[in-house]
């Protein structure tokens, strides 16, 4: 029930603030910024690009709030995941980092949270 009532939540929250109450961003922010600035890290590899990833995604999750929907676009918990990384693969493609080394980052990245949701599943 928990994950159930947790996801329950955030969508509630995406909801409220796609109709203009960006109060809920506050929930979120206290519910999943530490989720969002583990992907960042990891991808980014330094904590102050991580930290900028991370606001960038708030702002961007109450610009696209409205555009968010469970058939669509899956979980909610799992959207959030993808606008953070989505952020940190722009971030990486406009810095000097080279093609390989991105892929090496996202790659490393989409193993961890397989690993992660197999451990969770068990």
Known sequence: ???I???QMLESA???????DNSY?????ENYARLLFSVAITL???AAEAEDAVHDTFLRLSEKAD???PR???SAKAWLVRICRNICIDRLRTSKNSTAEITSAVDDFVKSVHSDIAFLEM
């Open 14 to 20: 995406l909801k409220r603030i796609a109709e203009g």
């Open 5 to 7: 009532f947790e996801s």
């Open 25 to 29: 961003l506050g929930y979120i922010y």
């Open 72 to 74: 669509e676009n899956g």
């Open 67 to 69: 555009k968010y929907t």
């Open 1 to 3: 029930m928990g994950k």
């Open 44 to 46: 980014l590899g330094n």
